[in-house]
């Protein structure tokens, strides 16, 4: 699998100012719509949601992108 480094919208979750969990989505507009209902189904005292363009590096796994580390937000 060929590793690739380039600018994304991520889908970022973040507890306690740190990074926990981010995802590839394909427009800003996808990312706020899932981030929108993220944020329905979690408290958000705990934890925020965030969209951002990202420079990261992806992998194409299983026909889908995959954020596989966050190189500079």
Same mark, same amino acid.
């Given at each position: 699998?060929?590793?690739?480094?380039?600018?994304?919208?991520?889908?970022?979750?973040?507890?306690?100012?740190?990074?926990?969990?981010?995802?590839?989505?394909? =427009?800003?507009?996808?990312?706020? =719509?899932?981030?929108?209902?993220?944020?329905?189904?979690?408290?958000?005292?705990?934890?925020?949601?965030?969209?951002?363009?990202?420079?990261?590096?992806?992998?194409?796994?299983?026909?889908? =992108?995959?954020?596989?580390?966050?190189? =500079?937000?």
């Amino acid at each position: 699998m060929e590793k690739i480094t380039e600018v994304v919208v991520g889908l970022l979750m973040i507890l306690n100012g740190n990074i926990v969990e981010h995802t590839y989505k394909d =427009k800003m507009t996808d990312c706020l =719509k899932s981030k929108r209902l993220a944020e329905r189904e979690v408290r958000p005292e705990r934890v925020q949601f965030s969209c951002k363009k990202i420079t990261a590096e992806t992998e194409i796994y299983m026909g889908q =992108k995959k954020i596989l580390k966050i190189i =500079k937000e």
